[in-house]
Structures are given as C-alpha cells and as structure tokens.
C-alpha cells in the first residue's frame, strides 16, 4: 500500500514562499507519476502540478506557471512543491497524489490512486 504524507503548510503573506512536502512510501510502482492538488470548501479538488517520476518531466496548472516549481529527491523518496510569489487565492488544502503514469492528469483528480492527508496553505493579502 502506497502512503503519501505532506508536510511544510503553513500561513504567509501575499508574496511569500512555502516549500510542500510529500513522502512516499509503499509499493513504489504505482507512485511513477505523483502530483499535487489543492481544494478550498465547496469547490472541487484543482490539480496543481505533477511530475513523472521516471524522467521527471512536470506539468503545471496554468495558474502556478512560473511560480510553482517540482522537485525529487529519489533516495528519499519525496517530492517537493516550491511555490513563491503566492497570491491569496493560492489559499487552499494540498494534496499530494500518486497514480499511474499511463492515466494521470492533473485535468483530474480520478486519475490518481492514493492521497495524502493534506496539508493547509494559507496566503494573506
């Protein structure tokens, strides 16, 4: 069984980085391609950012291009979101996600297995 665990949210001003943390443990299989969403009550949960784990080629919601960036360590095991320049509307519950690379797509969040617990950003203006 895959587990996921996020760590690094936290609160900070408009402007401010914050580095996300997602360690994987488990059948690695199914973690060949991992991403983040996040989800704010009452909408639906918004894909962020994924990475092929494999070749580490990324792919970003248009909404974080530039100011979002993926990152790897394999012998650790854990996938980094470093985002700066947050904006307010960045406030939001991050979830780290894993699934198969064949049908992952940040466009959706069905296409991923396993989830995190989350971890909450919050960017004040």
């Known amino acids: 069984q895959v587990q996921l665990v996020e760590s690094g949210g936290g609160s900070v001003q408009a402007g401010g980085s914050l580095r996300l943390s997602c360690a994987a443990s488990?059948?690695?299989?199914?973690?060949?391609?991992v991403g983040w969403f996040r989800q704010v009550p009452g909408k639906e949960r918004e894909g962020v950012a994924k990475?092929?784990?494999?070749?580490?080629?990324?792919n970003y919601a248009d909404s974080v291009k530039g100011r979002f960036t993926l990152s790897q360590d394999n012998a650790k095991n854990t996938l980094y979101l470093q985002m700066n320049s947050l904006r307010p509307e960045d406030t939001a519950l991050y979830y780290c996600?894993?699934?198969?690379?064949?049908?992952?797509?940040?466009?959706?969040?069905?296409?991923?297995?396993?989830w995190g617990q989350g971890t909450q950003v919050t960017v004040s203006s």
């Open positions: 996600a894993a699934g198969s690379p064949v049908y992952c797509s940040i466009a959706s969040a069905q296409t991923f297995t396993y």
């Open positions: 990475i092929f784990t494999g070749n580490g080629a990324t």
């Open positions: 488990g059948y690695t299989g199914s973690r060949d391609c």
